[in-house]
């Protein structure tokens, strides 16, 4: 894979919008002015806090693209799990650790690339973090020691080999839902301004979650980029 080592950046996957395609091409700064998460929300990006790493590979199927949140989620998931096996999945794309988020993604889809931007908090302190809507952490702050270079050099490899999976259709999203607790649980699912609450019954097939809601007993399925959950 080649790899663009970058000081200060707006957004890795804004860089890997703008420059001519390269399957399999790595790019990491050491700081973002424009850092952004799901929903358009701002991702904290300050110089080496944290791992700002975003991957372009050649474009897959929407369908098999809609599992890529779920696929990542997963390769940074085994990542971090060489360090401590605390870190859990929430649906759909963000690693918690003792109920803070630790790590998130951002795959986009575009006609002529697939992108996956991750972030990881390395050694934000609590006061950096307590600006944040949802409770957030670090491995400075969990007390777990970590490489950067290691830690990059894995997270490389386990990307590179989820992309695999997803490209030839052999990723099975039982290895999100082993490792996400809300599944089975009672959650709270927030449309806009619309709020319910139900059980999380399981992840199907194009990655939606699948809910029961308490109010009429009625199936659905939530697409990431439409809801909120909390549990």
């Not at 002015?33 to 944290?50: A, F, L, P, Q, V």
């Not at 693209?65 to 971090?80: I, K, P, Q």
């Not at 809300?182 to 927030?190: F, P, S, Y």
Request: aromatic residues 10%; charged residues 30%; positive net charge.
């Amino acid at each position: 894979m080649k790899l663009i080592l970058l000081e200060e950046v707006d957004s890795t996957n804004e860089y890997l919008k703008r420059v001519d395609f390269c399957h399999r091409l790595c790019v990491v700064a050491k700081k973002q002015t424009g850092g952004k998460g799901r929903r358009g929300k701002k991702w904290i990006s300050e110089e080496g806090k944290g791992l700002y790493v975003s991957f372009m590979f050649s474009p897959i199927s929407p369908k098999i693209a809609s599992l890529s949140s779920l696929a990542f989620g997963v390769a940074v998931l085994n990542t971090l799990k060489c360090l401590d096996d605390g870190f859990y999945l929430k649906w759909p794309n963000d690693i918690y650790i003792n109920g803070r988020k630790v790590s998130g993604i951002l795959p986009e889809l575009l006609s002529d690339r697939l992108i996956a931007g991750i972030g990881i908090n390395l050694s934000y302190t609590e006061e950096e973090l307590l600006s944040l809507e949802v409770p957030a952490t670090s491995l400075l702050i969990e007390g777990i020691s970590f490489d950067r270079e290691k830690l990059l050099e894995k997270l490389i490899f386990e990307v590179n080999r989820y992309y695999n999976k997803l490209s030839k259709g052999m990723f099975d999203v039982k290895e999100f839902e082993k490792s996400c607790p809300l599944i089975g649980k009672r959650v709270t699912v927030v449309e806009g301004n619309r709020r319910y609450t139900g059980r999380a019954l399981g992840i199907d097939t194009d990655g939606c979650l699948v809910v029961e809601s308490e109010m009429d007993g009625k199936i659905k399925r939530l697409f990431s980029a439409d809801v909120s959950v909390r549990f």
